[in-house]
């Protein structure tokens, strides 16, 4: 599959996934970026150096559809991915805290105290989580305004 993250002015991005293995191509319109990489973007640098291929992105790439994003192309295919979601859902939930846990480690936020549980991640895989994290911020800072960061999952 393929990611494709637009930079847009005025700190957005849009994503569009194709050549999924199951599905049509969908896309994520113009969303905020925030302060460091867009959020969809540090799901793929770390699912990817964790090997977590049952992560937002593995779903997606399997069929998923997650809330906000939309065929890219009229299709009759919407309800199929919400289906393939909810099936999907107990295998994504924890990729999701793993990916959390790191940005959270690698942005400076706070890990520790009231409303945080112990790390889901050993020591050694919160080190590869923030190195894929440095390497994705570098390749999309790189990126210039109304161009594009192609991500092959």
Do not use: Y
């Not at 569009?16 to 990489?37: C, H, M, Q, W, Y």
Request: with cysteine.
């Amino acid at each position: 599959m393929l990611i494709v993250f637009t930079k847009l002015p005025e700190n957005k991005h849009s994503i569009v996934a194709k050549e999924r293995r199951r599905g049509p191509d969908i896309a994520l319109p113009s969303r905020e970026t925030g302060p460091t990489i867009p959020h969809d973007l540090a799901h793929a640098a770390v699912e990817k150096a964790l090997g977590l291929s049952d992560g937002f992105w593995g779903a997606i790439d399997e069929g998923a559809t997650f809330p906000g994003f939309e065929p890219h192309a009229p299709s009759r295919h919407r309800r199929s991915g919400l289906k393939e979601l909810r099936r999907r859902e107990s295998a994504t939930v924890p990729a999701e805290m793993a990916v959390s846990w790191a940005h959270r480690v690698w942005s400076g936020q706070r890990v520790a105290g009231r409303g945080l549980g112990p790390p889901p991640l050993e020591p050694e895989q919160v080190a590869r989580a923030c190195k894929a994290l440095d390497a994705a911020r570098e390749q999309w800072d790189a990126v210039p305004v109304g161009d594009v960061l192609v991500w092959r999952w």
